[in-house]
């Protein structure tokens, strides 16, 4: 295991459904991601927080709502969402800062999402 | 045109094959270069990572980077099934550690 943990693995929701997503990192690490996989695509980056704070947002819909209480975890609120919100969600975490493959991020095992 | 360009495959080789997997990337400034491993229901995990141009080798695994070309490689020698996997390359980009994936290439090894 890599040291980050998500929860719950599997979601279906419908489209009037609010849900979150959980992950936890046991590493020390002062920076957190979500990232999403779609089929065939790069893996894209939602969110970045760095000691607690967003320092990226990178043109997610309103409709995913990150939040990050500590250093250790990290939700994605979901509300609204629509049929190709659906994909596997994924988070890492690094520690900014360290330096070369100290940066390194670590994956959790990700949430797979389907929205009826 | 994308950061980060990878042929997403499937490759299909038999056990013992030399497998060769490519990216290529847009912007020379890039300076640190990763391939991440993914296997089925689960996250993408650390494979190798290079800094600059050069050939970095571990074990079975040979990573190497042409910055002239833009070109970054992963070659991995005597193949198993336990490389069956998705293999993902990716560039650093700077601020905040933030990394550019390729779409990945999902490689079989067949006994």
């Known amino acids: 295991e890599t040291g980050v943990t998500q929860t719950p693995r599997h979601l279906v929701m419908g489209m009037t459904n609010k849900k979150s997503l959980k992950c936890e990192q046991h590493?020390?690490?002062?920076?957190m991601y979500w990232y999403k996989q779609s089929a065939k695509k790069p893996l894209e980056l939602m969110f970045v927080y760095n000691f607690k704070e967003q320092t990226e947002n990178n043109s997610v819909p309103s409709r995913f709502s990150p939040e990050c209480p500590n250093s250790s975890h990290l939700f994605l609120h979901l509300h609204t969402l629509q049929p190709e919100d659906s994909a596997l969600y994924l988070c890492?975490?690094?520690?900014?800062?360290?330096?070369?493959?100290?940066?390194?991020?670590?994956f959790g095992p990700g949430t797979r999402l389907t929205v009826l | 045109q994308k950061e980060v360009e990878q042929d997403p495959g499937p490759l299909s080789v038999p056990e013992g094959a030399i497998v060769s997997l490519n990216c290529t990337y847009s912007?020379?400034?890039?300076?640190?270069f990763m391939w991440y491993r993914q296997y089925s229901r689960k996250g993408p995990e650390l494979l190798m990572y290079t800094y600059s141009s050069g050939n970095k080798e571990d074990g079975r695994f040979t990573a190497q980077v042409d910055k002239s070309s833009k070109y970054i490689s992963l070659f991995i020698r005597d193949s198993q099934p336990s490389d069956s996997a998705t293999y993902l390359c990716a560039v650093l980009r700077g601020g905040y550690n933030k990394l550019i994936f390729g779409a990945g290439t999902r490689l079989a090894v067949h006994p």
């Open positions: 590493l020390g690490h002062n920076a």
């Open positions: 912007n020379s400034a890039f300076q640190y």
């Open positions: 890492a975490s690094s520690q900014e800062g360290a330096g070369g493959q100290r940066d390194t991020q670590y």
